[in-house]
């Protein structure tokens, strides 16, 4: 068998996209309606340059971080993603990649594995929601968290329920029956890697989300059944923002946070860190790029709360610019699902080893030993580049149009 150690992150995509079904393959693409923001969180990291030092360069490379209370060997977190069988170990095969490379891990309600099995993988694991169902059924899921030793919370909210990508949306079945299986036979069959994985666990992809009962072992709603209550439920306010944070007794994040406004109403309902992100470009449509927004958030509430970035993040050098940028970490998506999808737990420990390799070369050109010593006087930054949301209006805040922007295409 060839060797299935990969050089970078877009050889882990490509490996990912030959490996799996295209639906489930198509799942991990994701975007939204015509993918500006998607297109925008890579193209925005290809316009940042570098500033290197050319001697007097350091020798250490000290990368530790605590971040939402957990001591990190590095700068970068996992991501909660819901995605359904990319790999049969699925989140179980992400969390021991972390906990082997010393990261921590955000688990989503909408994941494939009970709690319970990814905290023992990895006892760094913070339990992330939506806003989904009553109050009392988000803290019979929080409280659930909390037994099994989830030590932080990670509350998601920008979500808009858009649907239609203009690129085709992947068929996701409800339920593995005769006609999805009619469906996904052809793509299935014409990857048999994919297929044999499985096989070996005896088990179809279950399709159902686990962690959005508040026992373990409950019966669980399918993916679908949990989007429909989620659909359904209330949009939550600030002041229930305030209350969920009151309601977990330990680190607290807003994820998703691209305003200044926001993120000072963020401080104020007492969260413990926000990460500057737009969904990885699966929320609204034409937001910019989370990297281009952080600086003004960095600079507003940095001070009070961890701010982390999440969006775009696909090699180290991508780390050192959001830390330069006033990031204390940075959290990663796509990167390790196509690792998974490459190569299950060890393409996740492939992902994280060059992320820390990449981040290792950036400081050591430019010169810093401390990930914390990183700064915008290290970075070339094109004029325009950032864009203030919320609090000041910004003239001129329309998407990049690059070329960067085209050839970055993630499809
Ligand atoms: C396939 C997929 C599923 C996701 N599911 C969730 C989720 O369940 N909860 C959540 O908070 N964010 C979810 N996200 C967003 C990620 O946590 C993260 O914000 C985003 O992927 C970062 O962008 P990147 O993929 O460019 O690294 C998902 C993203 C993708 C690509």
Redesign the pocket.
Known sequence: MANPWFESVAEAQRRAKKRLPKGVYG?????SERGLT?ED??AAFAEIGFAPHTAGLANERNMGVTVMGQEMSMPVMI?????QAVHPDGEVAVARAAANRGVAM?L????SKPIEEVVAANPKTHF?M?WVGTRDEMLARMERAKRAGAVGM?A?L?WSFAYGRDWGSPFIPEKINFEAARRYAPQVLLKPRWLLDFAKTGKIPDLKVPNMVATPGEEAPTFFGAYGMWMQSPMPTWEDVAWLRSQWDGPFML??VMRVDDAKRAVDAGVTAI?V??????NLDGTPA?IRALPSVAAAVGDQIEVLL?????RGGDVAKALALGAKAV???????WGLGANGQAGVENVLDLLRDGLGSAMVGLGKANVGDLSSDDLVIPAGFERQLGDVAVANATLSTSPAASRTREA
């Open positions: 799942a991990l693409v994701a975007g998607t969180n890579l991501s909660p993603t819901g995605v955000g989503s309600s909408f994941a992330q939506y990670i998601t920008d994820k998703g990460s992100s737009n969904h990885g470009g699966n989370s999440d969006g775009g993040i696909r959290m990663i998506g796509r990167a390790y699902l």
